[in-house]
């Protein structure tokens, strides 16, 4: 283990200090179960010239705010310097066999589950919850309204509102999202903040989900999709396997998307035939929009609801597609006309036994309630 020259120096300082007993002040309707130390040294030590370890006396104290619990056999260790606080905040709620470490500030109404360790100088702030058997290592700082997951091991930072798990700790969500319980993921998946997945939604494995996205009702995505920042879908919809949709891209349902698709930014689509918004006499008919395998959508495209896009078509920035598209090549303008031929080197071999993906009837039924075959 590499010395600290430094610090070994300035333990031997406070190792000179006078010792004194710990002051420990405890705010109004506080509960502190037998068994509880208050005050004790924590265990800050630097190996010396010979590779022995040398112990820093601890000379500082510990204010407990009000309405706090502290479980039976925890240990909240007093601050280092003799100025200095160990700092347990109002309404904080402390488990059994948890260690408070030196100089560690815990905020106001933290619940820290038990056989949880902070070590040294550890800042929880307010509202934030830490589950069993957590292990926060020196220095760290878990920002408000955190959770961090049973058996973490944290190495760094939480930022406020993020909930990690893992060994090291790793963000899974923020908590400014709003996530159904029944939403289902494969592995290694991905999700930034403040986004939205509502009931009965499923996605594969490798899938990344950017900030600010939202997915509704019905959405399905296969494997290694990345679904890039502000993107949504609006609900019942496929994304197939390999498939990259960048920024700000809105997926209507009844929109299906085959593997190995590349959507550009910000394209639209829809998934009403017509217009019957207080229009009593209007028809009420929904369709289905499918983009072949391996297309390119480039962005800022707009797609009629009901059209249906060839394997391999590439269709340019900007394009309006109102008709369907049966002709693998690179079309291009508003309305969409054809460019010129897709060069070869874009073109992507569909495996024979590839199937097309259908929408469950029962699953159009309940979404799609005016679907028409048209």
Same mark, same amino acid.
């Given at each position: 283990m590499e010395r600290n020259p430094e610090r070994l120096k300035w333990i031997r300082e406070m190792n000179k200090l006078v010792p004194r007993p710990a002051k420990v002040t405890i705010g109004n309707n506080t509960k502190i179960h037998s068994t509880v130390e208050l005050g004790i040294e924590s265990y800050g030590m630097e190996r010396d010239e010979e590779g022995a370890w040398v112990r820093c006396k601890q000379h500082g104290n510990i204010r407990i705010g009000r309405n706090v619990e502290i479980s039976p056999f925890s240990i909240v260790r007093r601050a280092t310097l003799p100025d200095g606080y160990t700092v347990i905040g109002d309404g904080t709620k402390i488990s059994a066999f948890v260690n408070i470490g030196h100089n560690s500030q815990v905020g106001k109404h933290v619940f820290i589950g038990p056989l949880t360790n902070l070590d040294g100088s550890v800042e929880v702030e307010d509202y934030c919850y830490i589950a069993p058997q957590v292990q926060i290592n020196n220095n760290l700082k878990i920002g408000e309204g955190a959770f961090v997951g049973s058996g973490a091991v944290v190495t760094e930072d939480v930022p406020p509102g993020e909930i990690v798990i893992g060994v090291p700790a790793? &963000? #899974?969500?923020?908590?400014?999202?709003?996530?159904?319980?029944?939403?289902?993921?494969? !592995?290694?998946?991905?999700?930034?903040?403040?986004?939205?997945? !509502? &009931?009965? #939604?499923? #996605?594969? /494995?490798?899938?990344?989900?950017?900030?600010?996205?939202?997915?509704?009702?019905?959405?399905?995505?296969?494997?290694?999709? /990345?679904?890039?920042?502000?993107?949504?879908?609006?609900? $019942?919809?496929?994304?197939?396997?390999?498939?990259?949709?960048?920024?700000?891209?809105?997926?209507?349902?009844?929109?299906?998307?085959? /593997?190995?698709?590349?959507?550009?930014?910000?394209?639209?689509?829809?998934?009403?035939? @017509?217009?019957?918004?207080? *229009?009593?006499?209007? &028809?009420? *008919?929904?369709? $289905?929009?499918?983009?072949?395998?391996?297309? $390119?959508?480039?962005?800022?495209?707009?797609?009629?609801?009901?059209? *249906?896009?060839?394997?391999?078509?590439?269709?340019?920035?900007?394009?309006? #597609?109102?008709?369907?598209?049966?002709? &693998?090549?690179? @079309?291009?303008?508003?309305?969409?006309?054809?460019?010129?031929?897709?060069?070869?080197?874009?073109?992507?071999?569909?495996?024979?036994?590839?199937? !097309?993906?259908?929408?469950?009837?029962?699953?159009?039924?309940?979404?799609?309630?005016?679907?028409?075959? !048209?």
């Open positions: 790793k &963000p #899974v969500w923020h908590r400014g999202d709003h996530i159904a319980s029944d939403f289902k993921h494969g !592995e290694n998946f991905k999700i930034g903040k403040f986004c939205i997945v !509502e &009931p009965d #939604v499923v #996605v594969g /494995d490798n899938v990344k989900i950017g900030h600010h996205c939202t997915l509704k009702s019905g959405t399905r995505f296969g494997n290694n999709i /990345d679904f890039a920042d502000y993107c949504k879908t609006t609900g $019942i919809c496929y994304v197939g396997n390999d498939v990259n949709i960048r920024t700000g891209s809105c997926i209507s349902k009844s929109v299906i998307i085959e /593997d190995k698709v590349f959507i550009g930014a910000g394209i639209m689509s829809s998934h009403t035939k @017509y217009v019957y918004h207080h *229009r009593p006499d209007v &028809p009420k *008919r929904q369709v $289905i929009t499918r983009i072949g395998y391996g297309s $390119i959508i480039g962005s800022s495209v707009n797609l009629s609801a009901g059209v *249906r896009i060839v394997d391999n078509a590439i269709i340019g920035y900007g394009s309006l #597609v109102t008709k369907d598209v049966i002709e &693998p090549a690179i @079309y291009v303008g508003n309305p969409m006309r054809k460019l010129a031929d897709i060069p070869s080197e874009y073109y992507i071999e569909k495996p024979a036994d590839y199937e !097309e993906h259908i929408f469950p009837p029962k699953k159009l039924i309940k979404y799609l309630p005016y679907y028409s075959r !048209e």
